[in-house]
């Protein structure tokens, strides 16, 4: 699976600002001392984390930035889409199943993996971040919302 920082820092950096119950802006400085991610980096996430209508910034003194839903209605899926960080478990590339695969077919472990790639979605698709600031049990978050049929939310999927 190819999950880079840029997924794993968001959501972290999201969780931060959950964890903070009194709903103050947070700074993006305050990010960085707390979760030792680059001020410059986070700057650069919170930008597309903006445009995908996650967050919220305020201007001026006691500024930063808040959810702009609450933790439980942000999807983990969609923080990762986000950043435009796809999921991506084969080596096709753009899951054509052509190009860098064997010979211009389909490899002999590509549903494998494939699969392993829904899976692995489905799960995402299936957290808020609201699970996973209050330590919710997340295996069983995930799959009571999948057997409520829970939709599948905007992650960028690629097999």
Known sequence: MRLSTK???AVMALADIASRS????VTLAEISARQDISQDYLEQLFAKLKR???VDSVRGPGGGYCLAAS???IWIADVISAVDEPLQVTRCQDGDAINGCVGGDKCVTHELWAALGRQ???FLAAITLGDVVE????ALAASVRRAKS???R???YVT
């Open 154 to 156: 905007s992650m960028t």
């Open 135 to 138: 330590k919710r049990n997340l």
């Open 150 to 152: 829970h939709p599948v």
């Open 52 to 54: 995908a209508g996650l």
């Open 22 to 25: 009194n709903e103050q802006p």
């Open 120 to 122: 692995i979605y489905g």
């Open 71 to 73: 933790a439980d209605d």
């Open 7 to 9: 997924g794993r820092y």
